[in-house]
């Protein structure tokens, strides 16, 4: 099983929604969980709600410090926001395969509610999408070349 650790500053959108998804569609392949540099302590209420509506469980999801998953030692260490990506990130990520993939915001959005909820609903899909191609993806978790090159790919779509 592959080990997925999404990264975001507050961890409380965009890797809470990778998490999620990740674990739900990753049938047994894919185990994710999901941190912040400076997490803010809370999930963005909206996260869980469009989460809800495709379907994925909910339950669990914690806005948290990576300092948290030092034991968790994850294959590959995904950001999903510009300012985690800049960041340094701590030595026990040392072995990981560290990759970026910048998401769009949907929890900084104003304007009309179902303006918001569109941008929720394509977050959400990118991320399915992707994971979808994670699936599929035959690297041996110890090529630490392939793996990134891969995941890289991922995010360039």
């Known amino acids: 099983m592959l080990k997925i650790l999404f990264i975001c500053t507050h ?6 929604l990778s998490e999620a998804i990740t674990n739900h569609l990753g049938q047994g392949k894919l185990e ?16 869980l709600k469009y989460l809800q509506e495709e379907g ?15 034991d968790f030692a994850p294959d590959v260490v995904i950001t999903v926001c510009d300012s985690a990506a800049g960041e340094a990130c701590p030595l026990w990520f040392g072995d990981s395969v560290k990759v970026h993939w910048g998401l769009s915001d949907p929890s900084k959005l104003t304007g009309d509610e179902e303006h918001i909820a569109q941008a929720f609903r394509t977050s959400i899909n990118e991320i399915s999408q992707r994971v979808h191609a994670m699936l599929t993806i035959k690297a041996d978790a110890q090529d630490a ?6 995941f890289n790919h991922l995010g360039a779509k």
């Open 32 to 47: 994710a969980r999901s941190a912040g540099s400076q997490p803010v302590g809370e999930v963005h209420p909206l996260s």
């Open 145 to 150: 070349v392939a793996l990134r090159q891969a």
């Open 11 to 16: 961890n409380r959108c965009r890797s809470i």
């Open 56 to 70: 994925v469980n909910t339950q669990g999801l914690i806005s948290q410090s990576w300092d948290e998953f030092e």
